[in-house]
């Protein structure tokens, strides 16, 4: 069965740290873009960080740049997002996405929730 199972969120505070952790089972990686997503109440989807099959290119949304890193295992078939300095406005549900680079091949996680507040 194909899958992406995402964890690592919770609560925190201001300030504070996550990583979250987006692993595949029932398919390898390797040949996946990868990106992180969120979304908050009342607001659309929005790209927050993305990596490349192989891990040699990341881009980040400007809100996280600096604060959130995106990393990826392609060994333990698992992507990570880790993320410091949180703000209450990076409370959300956070997705994972792979996106085949070849086919159309693209999957979602069921999401974790983070919520930053004191």
């Known amino acids: 069965q194909v899958q992406l199972v995402e964890s690592g969120g919770g609560l925190v505070q201001p300030g504070g740290s996550l990583r979250l952790s987006c692993a595949a089972s029932g398919f390898s990686l390797r040949s996946y873009a990868m990106t992180w997503y969120r979304q908050a109440p009342g607001k659309e989807r929005e790209l927050v960080a993305g990596?490349?099959?192989?891990?040699?290119?990341?881009n980040y949304a400007d809100s996280v740049k600096g604060r959130f890193t995106i990393s990826r295992d392609n060994a333990k078939n698992t992507v990570y997002l880790q993320m410091n300095s949180l703000k209450p406005e990076d409370t959300a549900v956070y997705y994972c996405n792979a996106a085949h680079m070849f086919i159309d091949h693209n999957y979602w996680g069921q999401g974790t929730q983070v919520t930053v507040s004191s």
């Open positions: 990596i490349t099959s192989a891990g040699g290119s990341t």
